[in-house]
């Protein structure tokens, strides 16, 4: 696994993409996001963000590349959906991924404690491990970073109940973050278009991931019907 310089490096200025399908979805399938891995990469990718081992382990077999990893599991007590317990951080760690991503909410966990109990206990059991948190507001991303925290992303601008209706991308969380934190800045959230994805980096973000633009045909395709029946 590369060390986390080479990780960063590998990642400033590019793009990363999310090749991921969720069970009720068309292209849930390991092998499917596998070549939809070794598509992007042939594409130019620089990394991939990735949810569960299994679609992590076929993902490996088809790129060298970067994985930021996830594993989205719904808890019926909690809104935190990714990587949202040390059994999820434990299994991840286990295959072996650059980074891990989890949600760096203020949102109660299914545990009931908020980011701030646990992110500690997971840096003290991981050390070395680099972490992204997947933040919705720029105090959370303030948060992360006092925390400790590897890599900020604003992933969850739009998707928390207190930041429903937020613009998307958050250009404005985006140029903040860049400006104030001495972190890797990922841009990750609602990006459609290169032009919004180069307008993220004029902000001065490190790298950005886009997902469902690149990886999700049947969304794609609604957006152009949307479009057409305006």
């Not at 399908?21 to 068309?26: N, R």
């Not at 299994?54 to 719904?74: A, C, R, S, T, Y």
């Not at 604003?154 to 860049?178: D, I, K, V, W």
């Not at 004029?202 to 886009?210: K, S």
């Amino acid at each position: 696994m590369k060390s986390k310089t080479d990780v960063f490096s590998l990642l400033k200025g590019k793009l990363v993409v999310s090749c991921q399908a969720l069970p009720e979805e068309p292209l849930h399938s390991p092998f499917i996001m596998g070549r939809m891995a070794y598509a992007a990469m042939l594409g130019g990718a620089a990394g991939i963000r990735a949810n569960s081992v299994e679609d992590i382990q076929e993902i490996k077999k088809n790129v060298d590349l970067p994985i930021i990893g996830i594993i989205k599991e719904v808890y019926e007590n909690s809104a935190v959906f990714i990587t949202p317990t040390m059994k999820e951080i434990d299994a991840l760690c286990a295959e072996g991924v650059e980074i891990i991503a989890l949600d760096a909410t203020k949102r109660i966990r299914p545990d009931g404690k908020t980011i701030s109990e646990v992110f500690p206990l997971i840096r003290e059991k991981y050390p070395n491990q680099l972490f992204m948190a997947d933040c919705s507001t720029y105090e959370e991303a303030k948060e992360a970073y006092a925390l400790g925290f590897d890599c900020l992303g604003t992933t969850l601008s739009g998707y928390t109940e207190y930041t429903e209706g937020t613009t998307l991308p958050n250009f404005g969380m985006l140029e903040r973050l860049a400006k104030d934190f001495p972190l890797p800045i990922i841009a990750e959230g609602g990006i459609w278009t290169p032009e919004q994805c180069k307008h993220a980096f004029e902000l001065g973000v490190d790298a950005a991931v886009v997902g469902t633009a690149i990886t999700r045909p049947m969304d794609i395709t609604k957006r152009f019907i949307r479009e057409m029946n305006k």
